[in-house]
């Protein structure tokens, strides 16, 4: 009861729920979703990722902020009450997100550099810098793109290859600590500062969307696009791959496993309503993907269409420089039949051209599928230096990349310091400011590591390899546990103690039948693929070549990314071994003392 | 007689001669191509006999200032092979001897020192204005003592540390508020106890949710 009083609230729900619509939004939407989209058939990957939701997503959602709300304890506390053996799920959330705050934030350091640098007359991404003697443009340059190069020389400063280490890129090192310093401001004073801090987190990027949508569809172009990615490709259906991409997708969009959601659920007052609290969210994740996928691609359309034209005008440039044309005899309309009209008249001659005749096809461009990092700071910079006052939307667009991450980083962040601030030892020695303040200066240490030459590349292990495969394994054995263990029955009598209504069926069904099926089909798909896949491999950036080379891992880091994965996961069965001796130390003990009593 | 004749051939045979210098591909001849539409679009000028008078006129000036002499002239620079492209050869021939052709490497230097203002006279810029095999000198970058990116940087994290620090002074002062008003309070604390422990009455309670006035279930 004591604790009840002492434990910090929100302000109001509204608070609770921007928390978690900042949170679950994030670089994700923007991202992953739209490629996906891509990749498995427009407008028909709506269908398996919304049965996806339904069946997964939301009931899991649903489950999590029961149990936070209930318990009124970070991770760690919650699992060790529901059932004292499983108390290792929430030691291995925690060490999930801490993997996840070490690296998410060098995002936001990247989009505080980008940031920064639209600030002048020319962008830098927009034309490659001249070499020393001034005769060209720097080779690295003139064989990738503009784009590719600031990101991988002035940004990274990249290496050839993991093995490759050097020093810290200063730039990307204070823009890391800026970072670090605006998080530990926003939860300094707990969910107090936080809860004020959501309200714009997860209000502004809307802003900036619709801002953005406007300018899209209004670019010249941006139709062939959004007409792209709602072309349904039904076919798709049929591929498993379609289905196993929509599940992670919810998985992973909504931030289910990382204790997240479970502390903010443990600051709500304990009758608040997450039921509908937790569809809203859902709904509301969900739509913001779909949206900043049509926002994505009427970019994406203008962008190929600006590159189709321009190789128009090259080629166009190209046959009346060889042929010696007068200037408005072509065209970008006929270029085409020019082509085959020259071929037919002057074949010869047009067999000179060689291989510098391009073939310029729409299509092709708009098939480039990104994801990742690679879309958000090369693709969308390459579209952003095209468009008029590409300064301002440069800005824009960095500040809601900004937000966006600051909101996943809050829920990251304070996925750690609640179960930590929630273990008696720490709070009694250190208040949450001290706490709060240790755990960001940590954090920042160690992400130092990540602004190296090579930091690009641990970077992406640990985005592919820290939380995916953890995550799976910890959703699964808190759905198994809530079911099973500690029973459907008593967490239907917790639910109804603080809503005043009984579980509706489908929550029943789904939680207990649907979603530990179809995670354990998940998991069972990861680790086949990661066994069928070889030994794992990364992008390299050659500079020779100007583009990424796929490497092998050598055999330290693969043995880095098993400690990754095992980190995470060995937490469950080593706690419950522990809980379990400690247990029988104190039985055995007890029977000991009652034994001298007795013979006293 | 002979004199006349003489005169009548060298008049018929000079420009036979200067065509015979001014071959395509020639080895001191230079290829320009002018793109006037793609410069101009609308007001897109026609490139006639006049242009190409105005051509070889700035091509002397450059001659001229590259040599620093007064002696070229508008003879001296022999045009042929115009196409419909708008591109044509040319070469330059020495004031002193006029077969005799200044060698490419030269009027290259010559090209490169005057490009602005050849450039200029035809409204055209380096790309639209192309001597082939000349390459333009770019323009070297501008470096600032402090890169912009840095000011940027400096203003925001001057605006988070003032930040911190309204931040710590305000949870100061509110600590401090706190305790003069505990000092006031506890005197009341004190009387309550005792007004507590005089009626017998335990006045701190246990909260009971069961009895608040607020709705059972706090709305979204």
């Keep these: 009861m004591g604790k009840d009083a002492a434990r910090a609230e929100w302000d109001n729900p509204m608070q609770f729920v921007l928390a978690c619509v900042s949170y679950a939004v994030g670089l994700g939407n923007v991202w992953r979703f739209p490629y996906l989209c891509q990749m498995h058939g427009g407008g028909g990957f709506l269908i398996p990722y919304m049965l996806m939701l339904v069946l997964l997503g939301v009931p899991l959602f649903y489950m999590e902020l029961a149990i936070g709300q209930k318990m009124r304890l970070g991770s760690i506390g919650a699992w060790r009450a529901i059932s004292p053996y499983l108390g290792g799920v929430g030691l ?61 020389r002035e940004t990274l400063d990249i290496s050839g290859s993991i093995e490759e280490n050097g020093g810290i890129h200063m730039g990307q090192a204070l823009c890391l600590l800026l970072a670090w310093i605006i998080v530990y401001l926003f939860i300094v004073k707990g969910v107090k500062s936080t809860g004020k801090v959501v309200y714009f987190t997860a209000t502004f990027p809307y802003l900036v969307l619709i801002i953005y949508l406007i300018r899209g569809v ?153 994801e990742g990092t690679g879309l958000a700071f090369i693709v969308y910079s390459e579209a ?95 759905v198994i546990t809530v079911c099973y263990i500690y029973g459907i029955k008593r967490f239907e009598k917790d639910v109804k103690d603080m809503l005043g209504h009984r579980l509706n069926w489908y929550w029943k069904i789904m939680l207990a039948g649907v979603s530990p099926i179809l995670l354990i089909a998940l998991f069972i798909f990861y680790i086949v693929n990661y066994i069928q896949g070889g030994t794992p491999t990364y992008q390299a950036w050659n500079k020779e070549l100007g583009k990424s080379v796929v490497t092998e891992y050598p055999p330290y880091a693969q043995a880095f990314i098993g400690l990754l994965l095992a980190s995470s996961v060995c937490c469950i069965p080593l706690t419950a071994l522990y809980t379990y001796c400690k247990k029988r130390n104190l039985a055995s003990g007890k029977r000991e003392r009652t034994v001298s009593t007795v013979s006293a | 007689m002979l004199v006349r004749i003489l005169v009548l051939l060298y008049l018929a045979g000079a420009p036979a001669l200067a065509q015979t210098l001014c071959q395509p591909n020639a080895s001191n001849g230079c290829r320009v191509r002018i793109s006037i539409k793609t410069a101009l679009g609308n007001q897109a000028y026609e490139w006639n006999e006049n242009e190409m008078f105005l051509f070889r006129a700035t091509m002397a000036f450059a001659m001229r200032r590259y040599y620093k002499t007064e002696t070229y002239n508008v003879d001296n620079i022999i045009m042929c092979n115009q196409t419909l492209r708008v591109s044509f050869w040319f070469v330059v021939t020495s004031p002193e001897n006029s077969t005799m052709l200044i060698p490419k490497a030269d009027v290259e230097k010559a090209v490169r020192m005057s490009r602005h203002r050849i450039n200029n006279a035809f409204l055209l810029t380096d790309r639209t204005l192309e001597f082939l095999g000349i390459h333009p000198t770019l323009a070297a970058p501008v470096n600032p003592d402090t890169p912009p990116w840095l000011i940027v940087f400096g203003v925001v994290i001057g ?18 508020r706190k305790e003069k008003g505990m000092m006031e309070d506890g005197q009341d604390e004190e009387d309550r106890q005792m007004k507590g422990v005089e009626n017998d009455n335990v006045l701190d309670g246990i909260y009971n949710r069961g009895f608040t006035d607020d709705d059972r279930f706090t709305k979204l």
């Excluded at chain 1, 937790?278 to 691609?297: G, K, L």
């Design chain 1, 92 to 152: 291995a959330s925690v060490v999930t997100s801490m993997y996840l705050c070490l690296y998410y934030n060098v995002i936001n350091a990247w989009s505080f550099w980008y940031l920064f640098h639209s600030f002048q007359s020319v962008l830098p991404w927009a034309e490659c810098p001249v070499n020393s003697n001034l005769t060209g443009h720097v080779e690295e340059c003139e064989r990738a793109t503009p784009t590719q190069y600031f990101f991988y």
């Design chain 2, 159 to 176: 605006a988070v540390f003032a930040g911190i620090i309204a931040l710590l002074v305000s949870s100061l002062l509110q600590k401090r």
């Design chain 1, 218 to 370: 209004t670019l010249h172009g941006a139709i062939n696009g959004v007409k792209y990615m709602f072309t349904p490709k039904m076919e798709q259906l049929a591929n498993p791959t379609t289905w196993i991409n929509a599940a992670t997708q919810v998985f992973f969009s909504l931030g289910l496993g990382f204790g997240s959601l479970i502390a903010f659920a443990s600051y709500n007052q304990y009758n608040n309503n997450f039921e509908k609290q937790a569809i809203v969210v859902s709904m509301v994740n969900s739509s913001t993907s779909i949206f900043a996928s049509i926002v994505t691609f009427s970019i994406y359309g203008f962008k190929a269409t600006f590159n189709y034209e321009s190789c128009l005008e090259r080629v166009r440039l190209l046959l009346l420089n060889t042929f010696d044309l007068a200037e408005d005899t072509i065209s970008l309309e006929n270029v085409n039949h020019w082509i085959a009209e020259l071929n037919r008249t002057q074949p010869e001659q047009f067999a000179s051209l060689g291989g510098r005749l391009e073939t310029c096809d729409l299509e092709a461009e708009l098939d480039t599928a990104v």
């Design chain 1, 384 to 478: 952003i230096k095209n468009m008029p006052v590409s300064q301002l939307w440069s800005v824009l667009y960095f500040i809601m990349l900004l937000l966006l991450g600051m909101g996943s980083m809050l829920g990251n962040v304070i996925a750690v310091i609640t179960p930590l601030s929630d273990l008696k030892f720490i709070s009694h020695y250190m208040s949450t400011k001290t706490l709060n303040g240790l755990v960001c200066l940590f954090c920042l240490l160690l992400g130092l590591g990540f602004t190296t030459r090579s930091g690009n590349y641990w970077f992406t292990m640990f985005n592919d390899y820290g939380a995916t495969f953890s995550l799976l394994f910890i959703v699964l054995i808190e």
